[in-house]
């Protein structure tokens, strides 16, 4: 499609099209300021991101981001908190600068959305009518019927940063020299597709620094994952993988023939191949699927996660409401941080434009995706996507993009750790300012 | 192509929604495009540190320059770069390059920098590098801003013009007089001043506030 028969497009859909355009331009302004108000659920990666760059779009918009917790922990480099290398306070972000650009941070829990009615019920009692409303809850997870954990408090997630992580770190410290150390792997999809195995590494290096006698056994519900070269590569180089002195052994899902059940009471998970067995700490990561409210909202498929336009991430389930993040379908995206902040600019600029009564601009996205194996030794993925509307994907641009290569040099490893922390400053100032 | 788009236009009428963005890809904005790279580089491009370098307030050609290279892979290796800059056409390239150097070369990073060391560079920089870098390296019309850029990627691009990784022969955008000088200049910094002489003038560069 040339860019010519793009414009004769816009220019007769702009006549015919007025119908179209129509419903933002009335709903512009009818519940917030004549500019119009945006209601943000998730101050996650991508609602703060959106949150952020509707302002930056339109500082005249009335956003509202309303988030239960007062501060958020990014999960990125909370591996790096199970390791012992970073504190839990130096992955916290506070609220202050979305705060300072004009945005109302409400703290509370968003109950309901009312579509038809445009507007969103708190747990806390209030309601706030919006123009546009913007999901963005991240994930919750699975019942997986074999698993009894309660509240998680013995076995972890620590799928979502905060105490969680805290709670493994302390497991971690108090496990015995000698002591195993296992990890559920969640089948797919699930949020940051390397993060188990980033997990597992900086765990091995914890203990072969202070726990050498240790081992974290990775028990997978998949028979590959990401960047699973790169993982068993680092792993042969830094931990012994494939020796019997390995510190990380890892259970393919064919391997073990399933799991049959994991118990916080006894320490046990309970393999067909391997029968029950004790570890002294687990941590599960179950199954996953979109943050609840998106469900309980109607936004969800059959599979629990919510189906959007990929240009403007408005959901197909009910207009005037968006959603993104790990919670969206965006497909060939993956469930990453980068990709929500990505995503967040994107739809950010699509509301900006619809609430101008303006057409929404053609859009661009990138994930950049770091993960620590060790001291001085990092690897990445990358992508550079646009949107092909034949196959209704966010689309890797072809021959780039791709993996850092096996044989890099070990200063090319160093270096990639030493942008992965700069990621980390860079990404949390673009999304929470 | 027309009537399916026609199609979708109805169909999303039918739904009520309002997007038209469901036809296909005109170029994506400068913003657009250039809000991508924050993600690494800092909100508009002016990096947090401690190693991705500010992008804000480079001299625009050398910014195209620096992602053709990338491209290219000829006469500049990187560890993610060379994967991202093939994602864009020259075109995109213009405009993300124009985006950023029309922003402001920021300083925000908390840099660690030693004050003796910095002051050691300062005097070799004056007589090796300030004929290019000039004004301190502040300037940004025909070279790169130096002064204030993070320090472990100055040394990283100190280190690839040792090794070679980063080739100033092989690099199409300087004449022959610019390549002899500027080789001329880096090979008095390793010989007359060695690894502190090296780090000093590090020290002196990413100390400008
Ligand atoms: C161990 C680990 C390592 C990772 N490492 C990386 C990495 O290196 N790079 C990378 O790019 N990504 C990484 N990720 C992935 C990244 O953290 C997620 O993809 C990202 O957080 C998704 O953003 P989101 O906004 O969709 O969800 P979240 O960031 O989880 O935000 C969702 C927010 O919504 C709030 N919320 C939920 N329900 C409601 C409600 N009903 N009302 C109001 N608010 C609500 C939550 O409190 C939360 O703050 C990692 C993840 C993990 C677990």
Redesign the interface.
Known sequence: MSKMNRRNFLKAGAATGAVLAAPSLANAGSHGGKHGKIVIVGGGVAGATTARYLKIGNAELDVTLIEPKASYHTCFMSNEVLEGSRKLSQIEQSYDGLKSMGVKVVKDSVKSIDAKGKKVMTAGGSTFGYDRCVVAPGIDFKVDGFADVGDFSMITHAWKAGPQTATLRKQLEAMPDGGTFCIVAPPNPFRCPPGPYERASLVANYFMHHKPKSKVVIIDRKDKFSKMGLFTGAWKNLYGYGTDKSIIEWRSAASTGGIDSISAKDMTVETLANGKEKFDVINYIPAQKAGNIAATAGLTDAKGWCPVDKTTFESKMHAGVHVLGDASVATKMPKSGYAANSQGKVCAAAIVALMAGKEVGTPSYVNTCYSIAGDDYGFSVAAVYKYNAEKDIIAGVKGAGGLTPGDASAEMRRREVEFAYSWYNNICKDTWG | ??KS?TYA?AA??L???????????????A???A?????????DGV??????PTIAGMNKFYLVESMKAYKAGTNRKS??MQ??????TDSEVEAIAGYFSAKKFGRV?MQNTDAGAASKGQAIAKDLCESCHEKEGYAAEDYPVLAGQ?M?YLK?NL?DFKSGDRSIDNNPNMSDKEKRKKKRALEDLMAKHGDDGMAAVLNFYASRK
Do not use: E, W
């Open positions: 192509m027309r788009m236009l999303g009428a739904m009520g929604f309002v997007s038209l963005s469901s036809a296909q890809a005109a170029d994506a904005s913003s657009m495009l809000d991508t790279c924050n993600g690494c580089h800092g909100p990096s947090q540190g401690p190693a991705a560890s993610i994967r991202i800059a093939k994602g864009y990073a993070m472990p990283n280190m």
